[in-house]
């Protein structure tokens, strides 16, 4: 059974920053192109990025609104995605969820408040 | 970056039929896109419903289907029932970004 459990979520406040976890079980994690996505609260599905398997050169995708203050990376070693944020902004509040193909975890909660 | 396409919402009756569209800024939807429809319910977290333009999940009832129709990505549900009141996204891929459409909230009434 494919799993993928996200954690590091939390209140942090403007211009702070937070690295979140995907923890991925029950499929072959090194061959996975891995995404994050995010909702804001009220608000629809917004892609954040994603890494390609290492095979496939490993490389990152960004939207706009987080290029150049997020970094998505990944531990084939211990099947973990990660999304380290920095600068974080109001805008940046939201449900934050780990996917890879159909499958989807249950989100981590970020909240960018003073 | 592309702006993917969907209506805002849409109401069918129990029972009835129901297409919902998802289009793309940059031109034709094609398989190419690999279009993704993503259900989701009040407080609850997303899942997939439909892959790669036609590709059901394990859990994904038989009356939903997906396809491409004039250009455009299609799910249709057909014999709508009262718990596919939800909201429904279309996801699209390209060269350098995955883009999702802004949702569809279906009412079953």
């Known amino acids: 059974e494919v799993q993928l459990v996200e954690s590091g979520g939390g209140l942090v406040k403007p211009g702070g920053s937070l690295r979140l976890s995907c923890a991925a079980s029950?499929?072959?994690?090194?061959?996975?192109?891995m995404n994050w996505v995010r909702q804001a609260p009220g608000k629809g599905l917004e892609w954040v990025g994603r890494i390609k398997s290492k095979t496939d050169g490993g490389t990152t995708d960004y939207a706009v609104p987080v290029r150049g203050r997020f970094t998505i990376s990944r531990d084939d070693s211990q099947n973990t995605l990660y999304l380290q944020m920095i600068s974080l902004k109001t805008e940046d509040t939201a449900v934050y969820y780990c996917i890879t193909g159909r499958y989807w975890g249950r989100g981590t909660l970020v909240t960018v408040s003073s | 970056q592309a702006v993917v396409t969907q209506e805002p919402s849409l109401t069918v009756s129990p029972g009835g039929t129901v297409t919902l569209i998802c289009g793309s800024t940059t031109g034709a939807v094609t398989s190419g896109h690999y279009p993704y429809w993503i259900q989701q319910k009040p407080g609850q977290a997303p899942r997939t419903l439909i892959y790669?333009?036609?590709n059901k999940h394990s859990w994904t009832p038989a009356r939903f289907s997906g396809s491409l129709l004039g250009g455009k990505g299609a799910l249709t549900l057909s014999g709508a029932q009262p718990e596919d009141e939800a909201e429904y996204y279309c996801?699209?891929?390209?060269?350098?970004?995955?883009?999702f459409g802004g949702g569809t909230k279906l009412t079953v009434l």
């Open positions: 029950g499929f072959t994690f090194n061959n996975a192109w």
């Open positions: 996801l699209l891929s390209y060269s350098d970004a995955r883009v």
């Open positions: 790669d333009t036609s």
